[in-house]
């Protein structure tokens, strides 16, 4: 069993940056793969971005490649989304989610977060 919980939502302006966290506690946080998943208001789930166990390999929806930067640190058990050059279309509720493959589809996470709602305004 993983829990997950994200953290760093918020109201920002913009062109402005967050950085939203994701803590795990549980089992051997470090042998799965993390992604980030976005819900906007009346919209799907969408996938963000996702990272390798190692951190050594990270993949990027189109809509934030060069904006949003994964990383995540084992030692901490914690994952990070770094969203720069935010914009309104990014408004959604974030979500961190947990996987044993490589995947950027929901269907192939294990674990879930609850979730941390970012709105940007314009």
């Known amino acids: 069993q993983v829990q997950l919980e994200e953290s760093g939502g918020g109201l920002v302006q913009a062109g402005g940056s967050l950085r939203l966290s994701c803590a795990a506690s549980g089992q051997a946080f470090s042998s799965y793969v993390m992604d980030w998943f976005r819900q906007a208001p009346g919209k799907e789930r969408d996938f963000v971005a996702l990272?390798?166990?190692?951190?050594?390999?990270?993949r990027y929806a189109d809509s934030v490649k060069g904006r949003f930067t994964i990383s995540r640190d084992n030692a901490k058990n914690t994952i990070y989304l770094q969203m720069n050059s935010l914009k309104p279309e990014d408004t959604a509720v974030y979500y961190c989610?947990?996987?044993?493959?490589?995947?950027?589809?929901?269907?192939?996470?294990?674990?879930w977060g609850k979730g941390t709602l970012v709105t940007v305004s314009s």
């Open positions: 989610a947990a996987g044993r493959l490589l995947s950027n589809r929901g269907e192939a996470m294990n674990y």
């Open positions: 990272i390798s166990r190692n951190g050594l390999i990270t």
